[in-house]
């Protein structure tokens, strides 16, 4: 989010999203704020190309994308939002066709707490359409909460699920996803997901950097699948895969058009479905 705050302060941002830096905690402000100037956002940039080339423009392409998906869905009708390892997402704030439907945030009980706290901080309260979930993808029973919250799976959702899955172990994904093959009729589903060759280390990407402290060194990056593989992947559990897109359809969709001489990562990609 503080790359999102930062991508603000360019002539053309790829996000217009005037919450990125405002709901950030107190630290997070002050980096997203510093970024006002050039040479601080420019020696913000280089130092996560280092270690994850590309790294940037993927993070703020694959927010445009779901957000281009979200309010494609929105236009078709869906009935409510889970945002699936929310973080400080902003979606339910700076987006006006949001503020008429139900969206339910989840995430782990520290992340849920500073979430709220941001909230009350800009807002004085969580906003009455949201519904602020605390759970552990390892641990806890998704499908009761989200039941108990008055998240029924009768109703066509969209299911939001960014930047996550290559934290959890691969038990963690296919729970989640026993879960979602309960999904209404029409309902829709974007991820993202890490490459599994590089996270066996035969791939690099220009990601060295990333590799060797997330995935060998703190060992917070554990699953991945093949691109080919995903649409059997999401078949097993009744999804049918509408779009798979990663670097060259983001340079094409909204890095060129946009005049940003930048390359997103190849090492990501998001993934469109639905029921």
């Known amino acids: 989010m503080v790359i999102v705050a930062a991508d603000q302060y360019e002539s053309v941002p790829l996000i217009h ?16 704020w510093s970024t006002r100037w050039p040479l601080v956002r420019q020696a913000l940039l280089s130092a996560t190309e280092k270690k994850f080339c590309g790294g940037w423009a993927s993070f703020l ?18 009935g409510a939002v889970v945002i699936l390892g929310t973080g400080f997402d902003t979606r339910a704030y700076r987006m006006p066709e949001l503020a008429g439907i139900r969206v339910c945030e989840v995430d782990l009980p520290a992340n849920i ?21 605390a759970t552990d993808f390892e641990t806890n029973d998704l499908a009761r909460l989200l039941h108990d919250t008055g998240f029924a799976r ?14 959890l172990t691969e038990g963690a994904v296919r729970s989640t996803m026993d879960y979602l093959a309960g999904a209404a009729s029409g309902s829709r589903l974007v991820f993202t997901f890490l490459r599994q060759d590089f996270l066996n280390g035969e791939q690099m990407y220009g990601a060295r950097g990333a590799y060797r402290e997330f995935v060998v060194n703190k060992r917070l990056w554990t699953f991945g699948l093949a691109p080919e593989d995903v649409p059997a992947f999401l078949a097993d559990y009744g999804w049918r895969q509408r779009e798979q897109v990663g670097a060259q359809e983001y340079a094409e969709r909204y890095l060129r058009p946009a005049g940003r001489a930048m390359t997103a990562s190849p090492i990501e990609r998001a993934v469109y479905a639905r029921r």
Request: aromatic share 10%.
């Open 17 to 32: 999203d005037p919450w990125a830096r405002i709901l950030l905690p107190s630290a997070g402000r002050i980096a997203a």
């Open 61 to 78: 392409c694959r927010k445009r994308y779901i957000d281009d998906l979200l309010l494609n869905a929105l236009r078709g009708g869906i």
């Open 154 to 167: 009768t109703q066509s959702t969209f299911y939001l699920w960014e930047a996550v899955t290559q934290y």
């Open 113 to 133: 707490a500073a979430k709220a706290a941001a909230l009350q901080r800009c807002f004085g309260r969580v906003p009455p359409h949201v519904t602020l979930l």
